[in-house]
């Protein structure tokens, strides 16, 4: 099934993203990953892993409700701030 990417708008690139490029394809990166380190880590002082990715693929890692739930919050932002 193909899933075409709503959300990251491709005008629109979050200043995290500038200059980054997605891990996997190299395209403009309009998403960051962040890893969530939990206070039980044994290693809780490590850095958070982060990765770049393009939209397609940040829709392949989260799936398509995660993709909508961002969606849908952006738009309440926007609307909230617009309306």
Same mark, same amino acid.
């Given at each position: +099934?193909?899933?075409? @990417?709503?959300?990251? /708008? @491709? =005008? ?11 891990? =996997?394809? !190299? #395209? #403009? &990166?309009?998403?960051k990953v962040i890893e969530v380190i #939990? @206070? /039980? /880590? ?5 850095? &958070? +892993?982060? !990765?770049? %990715? ?5 829709? #392949? %890692? +989260? !799936? @398509?409700?995660?993709v909508m739930a961002v969606e849908e919050y952006r738009n309440g932002l =926007?609307? /909230?701030?617009?309306?």
């Amino acid at each position: +099934m193909t899933v075409t @990417p709503i959300f990251c /708008d @491709p =005008l629109w690139v979050s200043v995290c993203c500038k200059n980054e490029v997605c891990a =996997l394809c !190299g #395209q #403009q &990166a309009n998403a960051k990953v962040i890893e969530v380190i #939990q @206070p /039980d /880590d044994p290693f809780s002082s490590r850095r &958070a +892993m982060t !990765g770049y %990715l393009c939209a397609n693929h940040f829709l #392949q %890692l +989260m !799936g @398509p409700s995660a993709v909508m739930a961002v969606e849908e919050y952006r738009n309440g932002l =926007l609307c /909230d701030n617009e309306c």
